[in-house]
């Protein structure tokens, strides 16, 4: 389908109540997504706390580009496409390591961790070392900003800021960041990579769909003993909010303030982690330091790939119209050693190799896949809770804990970037 | 000889030992992909450690070191 042809069919297939199936299966639809949404806005890449010593680098992706996150002996942070730009080979091929330059192994052109050409074997073939001059280094993201710690890059040269772009879900990185009695999150546990059959937007619509946690997850709220489950009901204080910009958030807060327990949210009783309480109140205050342990972490999608789910962080990474990969981790908080043994256990029950929340997800992110290349009805349905969406004190749109109030904000964000008007 | 330990990355791979056969101690760096040996004595160390940045950058440069095309020797194994 032409450009053209596509343009006006896109507006056609996004309704406010409904999505056409299409749009997870229409090669068409997937590369005009790479070059209006990952290729143009601001995409999470990693985090700082993977980089801590000059010269550190890690293997990281921008949808199905690979590019290699790095810090220079300076301490500056870059994002570079990880691609020779003599023969185009792939230069970086560990997931880490250390090192000021990087040597393509196919004909040893070799560049600096900022990119720089440094120079290439037997360089009378090109008329001598000067040829470094009019030959061309590894290929940069034009923009690079981080937020915390947060490091996303885009790879349009102009465009609104990162501040801009992540807007209110900023907060929800501030609310992440003040669970650590030294305010910072440190990504150091390691990751899982977990491949599904399933189109890249079936997982964001997923993130914050309060509407499944009762059935898809039912056996490991069961057998856990977590009360988490309930809070995604109609009778639950509970909202789904529209953050702007396709973000969005399950705000459970409501219900961990109702209960008023310090960690509650956890599922870590303050007497396992005496330290980190302790850590706490004496960084934030007695009474500051409650108030942040009883709110909890946020579940947060920020739009297109980072997903903050209480205890653990997922990056999204389309790798085809119909392949996805997750990369997961625990998340880890600055001073808070016995917290994190704690939050690593959880999440290895949980989105580990053999965890049982993300293989409930996987599954159905690969029967709705299946399921959306049958021909009959075309159409998936968005109007949970439509009629009884309401305008929040700060002007966010929200419903309660089940409704599809972040979907259809998710889907209007998407026409704004894949059509605008 | 005391082996300090093997410096990796997945771009070169080099042992380092403190070899003590001279009259005093120097470093041995052997490139183990090449078997190719360097010394660098205590003068040699603190001029590299006093280099400028541009010293190491210019090295770097293959054509400076081993694919170098103008026939000159350098260390080998």
Redesign the interface.
Known sequence: MSTAELTGDLRSRVRPDRVHGSLYTDPDVYARELERIWYSTWVYVGHTSEVPQPNDYVRKHIGPQQVVLTRD?TGAIHVLHNRCSHRGNLV???DR???????CPYH???F?NTGEL????????YGG?QA?ERLSGLGAAPRVESYRGFVFASLAAEGPTLREHLGAAAERIDQLCRLSPEGEVELTAGWVRHEVTANWKMLVENETDGYHPQFVHSSIFSISGSGIGALYSDKSTAVTRALGGGHSENDLSPEFRRLGVPMGWSGTPESKIPDYAAAMRATYGAETGDEIMINGSPHVMIFPNLFIAEIQLFVIQPVAVDRTVQHVTAIQFAGAPDLNRRLVTQCVGSVGPAGMLLADDAEMYERNQRGVAQRQPEWLDLSRGLARERTDEHGFTVGTATDETSMRAMWAHYLTLMDPA | MDDVGVVASEFATVRVSLDTQGNSPRLRLEDLRSGAVRFLDALELESIVWAPEGFLRELLDPSRHRWRDDGSEGCGP
């Not at chain 1, 390591?97 to 040597?103: M, V």
């Not at chain 1, 120079?119 to 073939?125: A, E, V, Y």
Request: net charge positive; with cysteine.
């Open positions: 002996r970086c091929d560990a390591g250390n090192s000021s330059s990087f040597r040893g052109w070799t600096a440094l120079g290439f074997p037997f360089n009378q073939g070392a470094k």
